[in-house]
């Protein structure tokens, strides 16, 4: 099983991880912000990640870090 971690305060909440998830489990958090004012990056369901990494390729603050 894969395990994917974000780095939620260097997260801007830009999203571009949200649509490159064959899953569609990577989404924005509505409930937490971070110290700089943005919604973080998470997954919704981690027993569904497949750990393709194509999150961790795109995000361009290298926010995400993906283990399987």
């Known amino acids: 099983m894969a395990k994917v971690t974000f780095n939620e305060e260097l997260c801007k909440g830009c999203g571009l991880c949200t649509t490159v998830c064959p899953k569609k489990i990577v ?30 390729t795109i995000c361009p603050d290298v926010v995400i870090k993906v283990e399987k």
């Open 27 to 56: 989404v924005l958090s509505k409930d937490k912000i971070n110290s700089k004012g943005y919604h973080p990056a998470t997954v919704t369901d981690m027993d569904q990640c497949i750990g393709c990494a194509f999150c961790a």
